[in-house]
């Protein structure tokens, strides 16, 4: 079994200032994770993903997040937010790396940034 | 590359009326999902597809839920009768087996069809 956690439901940061957000994870498998975005009314973008290599995974936009095993969490952090990061971003489970399983999403953090 | 395409983009029904639901998946893409993501939540796979035949269907609700891929790349996902829970979007995926390594992850989701049950 899979699940992940997302512990803020909503997150709010000034624009320029640092961007975390947190989720935890559970997996009987040595998991892949990935964070992927959703703006109003578009598809699922993927942002990054990590699947056993290098544990500081980066993707687009800046983004980066940090696989720790020990705590079971993979948080996706960016330096500097941007206008355009204001979206829905889920952290997402798979039991494997081959790209056909399925993915277990988490509820979702809506980020909102403040000019 | 052409994206995963998907209509309609909404949809506007009445309870206990049918309605359909098209995907056409990234050509050469032999794994198709079918995924349900009610407002406020995260998606939910309910049906995946390899090739023509189904993989996991465990989450969808077969007495009312129904999916095809007969000739394994388009889909159809239908819903008869439907019920004011229904209301969702409904996303299609599909991916390549193997492509997981590569950043160019291989999975990709449609714009998804928006269904307002009334």
């Known amino acids: 079994a899979q699940s992940v956690t997302q512990l803020d439901s909503h997150v709010s940061v000034s624009e320029g200032t640092p961007v975390l957000l947190r989720c935890n994870y559970s997996?009987?498998?040595?998991?892949?994770l990935f964070w992927y975005v959703q703006h109003p009314n578009k598809g699922l973008q993927l942002l990054l993903k990590y699947t056993s290599a290098a544990t500081l995974v980066k993707g687009i936009n800046g983004f980066e997040a940090e696989f720790k095993k020990s705590e079971t969490s993979f948080h996706l952090t960016k330096p500097s937010a941007h206008m355009s990061d204001a979206a829905e971003y889920f952290c997402v489970v798979s039991p494997s790396n081959f790209g056909n399983e399925k993915l277990t999403f988490g509820t979702g953090t809506r980020l909102t940034i403040i000019p | 590359e052409a994206g995963v395409a998907q209509s309609p983009r909404y949809k506007i029904i009445e309870k206990r009326q049918s309605v359909a639901f098209w995907c056409n998946p990234i050509s050469g893409h032999a794994t198709l999902y079918w995924y349900q993501q009610i407002l406020g939540q995260g998606p939910k796979l309910l049906i995946q597809?390899?090739?023509?035949?189904?993989?996991?269907d465990s989450q969808l609700p077969k007495d009312r839920f129904s999916a095809e891929r007969l000739k394994g790349v388009d889909s159809t996902l239908k819903i008869q009768p439907a019920k004011l829970e229904d209301s969702a979007v409904y996303l299609c995926a599909s991916s390549y087996p193997g492509q997981g390594a590569q950043f160019n992850y291989g999975y990709t989701f449609g714009s998804g069809t928006r269904l307002t049950v009334v």
């Open positions: 597809f390899q090739n023509n035949g189904v993989v996991d």
């Open positions: 997996s009987s498998y040595s998991p892949s």
